[in-house]
């Protein structure tokens, strides 16, 4: 199957590359809107209904009315002379207040934006005031607003907002500051915005100088951005598409890794096919290019689907989580892959066969043999001193994943501190309670469903004064139907840290389990109590994931190698690239930098993408040596030419892989999973696929296949048939012609 579908894409090389162009722009272009429409921001809806947070964000939302994808500003006001604000000034904010609260922000467009295609954000803002100062410095009004903090259209919004209320404000005498998620996620874009255009200028430009140096060619080092950017639309369309036909709801930091991960596996696989498409027309001359990219295209179109189905099994486990932010990633990702990989099968071979041998142009190094360069050095290294090797390699990987002795899991969402944002939260916690502008809610209603009175619930509000860390209490508040009731706590530690985590899943609840009055049942909401269930949720799925992907790999592997020892060894060498990458990312951020611990999704994305991805480098490897142990000679020479074919295909192709992850870094709080994805990747390729996994081949010879061992060819065959010839001159290191 996978030889007729790339046979076709060579045989009609141009009509499908336009079939490409036509559905990869048409689905990029529809791509924002349809991800706007499948996406949400809140973390508790992720969480199953049973856990205590999530019951209380329901009753917030059908009886308080608050909307899933709400975000709350909290806005200081306060005299711009610094004197104490007067029942005058009291009045004039509040006025103003209600001004702003009557005002429809309407969202900013670019010029040329297409206003069918890009989401309206524009909302009439609620705005309340919340609460003076005990010292009368500054009065806290609460703007509610509608859309995910993350999102551009959104963060627009809300700084037309901004403009309007300091304009409001300042007529009056008045300074204002503004804090919350969306106030801080507007200020770390605006202060990051340059970083993150020169990341993805730098990752551009270091896939066009890897290409350039190893092709010598214009065309090989642009084509693969433009292939990989016209599926990676497609994929992106096909991702928002089936998430809206199942309902399922993606997380919004999903695109953003979507697209990093196309772009690393796009180029991989493209990689893949140039270094073997340009050793055929090395070995046969006299072949005919077409020819050529069809024979090529099917014997490595096995591996990349082997490859491929690789990451889209380990993904596609993440449907047994039970925290819908991992349960919605892992089909999306698997998704995306699958439409990356149908480009490999048929994009890709297209392209190598309508472009033929000026692929390479102006490259003179078709014409002639190149001399055996590093690679070649390097194979025969690894087949003369294979123990050596395999020893040092796993000393080195040993060595890090000691370091996660002690690991400690990070459940706080990191923020730039140096932000206008954070410093009008720090003003306003050394006035009030650190979470004064994040309160956790206590929620109650009857049993039965009837109707409650407020005072019902004045033991528990006394119970939870009294309770520690709580550093005030609100009155009891009434839905509108009399059938829910709410009490806000005011902790003294910021809702995002460590210590709000312990009060709520210690002496808070315990409290209002203890003092719930008879006949109604009560739920502990807000972020902190969000938290504390998500990390139930994590360490849940982290022990039901790891060994179910694990399986599934396993068994990929053993179709592909048709093997039984092969896949093991790849597996405990693969486990140990992963352990080596989450010790090291412990010693530099939770031992190094004295941080909590590593971020909580570190290691399931760590695995997943280590793992998976890694896994990748290893099957082009294997499938390698298993072909060239079918050619005459001992097994140990096998592993050098193996090895000198595959090494710049995946030494270069590694490079890209971990210069995509390293462009994560430029988005705030993602600098954890960026070093830790790119170290994982550089380990997998430079490594796991280079050092560990030949030199294992090359101790255990042919009986790393058993108990199907290929054998070398020998003699002609009684039938006449000639034995497998030896292969032609192989590509050569980086720099070398």
Known sequence: MIRALTGFSTRHAWKVIALW?????????LSPMLMSRVTQSQTGEFLPRSYDSAAALRIAEQDFGVKPDATTVTVLVARADGKPLTAGDQQQIDAGAGKLAERRVVMPRKPDEPAALVPDHSQTPRVAPATMAPDRTFELLTVEMTGD??????????????????????????????????????????????????????LTG?????????????????????????????AGGAVAGAASLTGLKLDASTPGLINVVLLGIGVDYLLFLLFRFREQLRARPEQNARQAAAEVSGKVGTAITCAALTIVAAFATLGVASFGQFRSLGPAVAVAVLVMLLGSLTLMPALLAACGRAMFWPSRSLRRVPRPGVAAR?????????????????????????GTVGLKMDYSQPADTTTAAAATGAEISRALPAGVSDPTTVYMVAKDGGTLDAKRFDGLAGELKKTEGVGQVGRTV??????????????NADAQSQRARDLVSGPVRAAVAAHTPAGTEAHVGGTAAIVVDVSTAVDRDLRVVFPVAAGLIALILLLLLRSLLAPVALLLSVGLGFAATLGAATLLFQHGLDRPGVSFTLPLVLFLFVVAIGTDYN?????RIREEMHRPGPARGAVARAVRHTAPAVATAGLVLAGSFATLATTPGSEQVAFALTLGILLSALVLSLVTVPALAALLGRALWWPLRPAPAGPP???????????????DHIGVR
Request: no cysteine; aromatic share 4%; proline share 5%.
């Open 21 to 29: 162009a036509v559905v990869g722009i048409g689905l990029a272009v």
């Open 378 to 402: 390097f194979g025969e290294l690894v087949a003369r001193r294979p123990l050596a090797l395999l020893l040092g390699s796993v000393v080195l990987l040993g060595t890090l994943a000691a």
């Open 149 to 202: 903090s993350s999102d551009e259209g959104v963060q627009s919004v809300f700084r037309v907002f901004r403009d309007q209320a300091r304009a409001q404000f300042d007529g009056i005498g008045m300074r204002t500051g503004f804090t919350g998620n969306l106030a801080q996620a507007s200020d770390t874009t605006d202060a990051n915005r340059s970083s993150a255009v020169l990341g993805h200028a730098l």
């Open 717 to 731: 065959a009684a039938d006449g048939r000639p034995p497998v010839p030896e292969p032609g001159p192989a590509p």
């Open 478 to 491: 009434l839905a509108d139907n009399h059938r829910a009731a709410r009490i806000d706590l005011f902790l």
């Open 619 to 623: 099957i082009l490897i294997t499938d």
């Open 206 to 234: 270091l896939i066009v100088l890897l290409n350039v140096l190893v092709f010598r060619s214009a065309l090989a080092a642009l084509l693969p951005l433009l292939a990989v950017a016209m599926v990676g639309g497609a």
